[in-house]
C-alpha cells in the first residue's frame, strides 16, 4: 500500500497570504489528523477530519480550517499568515471510525511551511 | 500542550549498547504510541501499547506502561547507527473527545555513535 502523501513538500510564503495544503491518505483510511511541529511548542493537534466532518479541533485560531473529500484526501488552509505559522504541517492517516484513537496514525513526510 | 514530559531530553550512546526513553503523561489513556522521526522528517510508528498492557515487544524494541504512575518506557537493544532520530511518546485522552488526536511528548534526541 502507498503511504501517506503531502504536497507539496516546500513552500515560502509571505506575511498576510494564504497557503493550502494537500494530505492523501493510505487508501482505506478514512481519518485524517493535522499537526503543526515547531522546535518551540513540539507537535500540536490541528483537527481531524472522519467522512468529510470534522471531529475534533485543537487549540489554533479560525485562520487555521481544513476539510475532507468524498475520497478521504483532505486539505489545511491557512490565511492571513504570521511568521508564527512557519513549520512542519504534519498529516496523519488512521483506518479507526471509533472515538478514541484505537488505532496507529501514519504520518505523511510533512509540509515545510516558511513565511517570510 | 503537551501531555507527556520524556527523559532524558538528549541521549548519545555507542553503537551495541542499550538505550532507554522514558515518557510521562497526566491524564487517562486508552492507548501510548511510540513514534521516530528522522531530521525533521514525517513520524514512523514504532509500537502501540493498550492500557491494559504491561509489557510489549517488537524486533529491538521493548516498551512497558505503568498506568498507575502514568509512565512509559522505550527500551532499544543492541543500538545501530542507523537509530539516531529523535522519539516521541503520544497518548489519547480516554476522558475527553480524543477523535483523531494524539498528544505528543517533547521527544528524546537518540544519537548512537558508530
Known amino acids: 500500500k502507498a503511504g501517506v502523501t503531502q504536497t507539496p513538500r516546500y513552500l515560502i510564503k509571505t506575511r498576510g497570504q494564504q497557503v493550502t495544503l494537500s494530505c492523501s491518505p493510505i487508501?482505506?483510511?478514512?481519518?485524517v489528523s493535522w499537526y503543526q511541529q515547531t522546535p518551540g511548542q513540539g507537535l500540536q493537534f490541528l483537527f481531524e477530519y472522519f467522512s468529510e466532518t470534522q471531529r475534533n479541533k485543537g487549540n489554533f485560531p479560525g485562520r487555521f480550517s481544513g476539510r475532507q473529500f468524498s475520497n478521504s484526501r483532505s486539505e489545511m488552509n491557512v490565511s492571513t499568515l504570521e511568521l508564527g505559522d512557519s513549520a512542519l504541517y504534519l498529516c496523519a492517516s488512521s483506518r479507526t471510525s471509533g472515538r478514541a484513537t484505537s488505532y496507529e496514525q501514519y504520518f505523511g513526510p510533512g509540509t515545510r511551511l516558511t513565511v517570510t | 500542550s503537551q501531555q507527556g514530559e520524556e527523559d532524558p531530553q538528549a541521549l548519545s550512546i555507542q553503537e551495541g549498547e542499550n538505550a532507554t526513553m522514558n515518557c510521562s503523561y497526566k491524564t487517562s489513556i486508552n492507548n501510548l504510541q511510540w513514534y521516530r522521526q528522522n531530521s525533521g522528517r514525517g513520524l514512523v510508528h514504532l509500537i502501540l501499547i493498550r492500557s491494559n498492557e504491561r509489557e510489549k515487544h517488537s524486533g529491538r524494541l521493548r516498551v512497558t506502561l505503568d498506568t498507575s504512575k502514568k509512565s512509559s518506557s522505550l527500551l532499544i537493544t543492541a543500538s545501530r547507527a542507523a537509530d539516531t532520530a529523535s522519539y516521541f511518546c503520544?497518548?489519547?485522552?480516554?476522558?475527553?473527545?480524543?477523535?483523531?488526536?494524539?498528544?505528543f511528548g517533547q521527544g528524546t534526541i537518540l544519537t548512537v555513535h558508530p
Open positions: 503520544a497518548t489519547d485522552n480516554a476522558g475527553g473527545t480524543s477523535y483523531g488526536k494524539l498528544t
Open positions: 487508501s482505506g483510511h478514512r481519518s
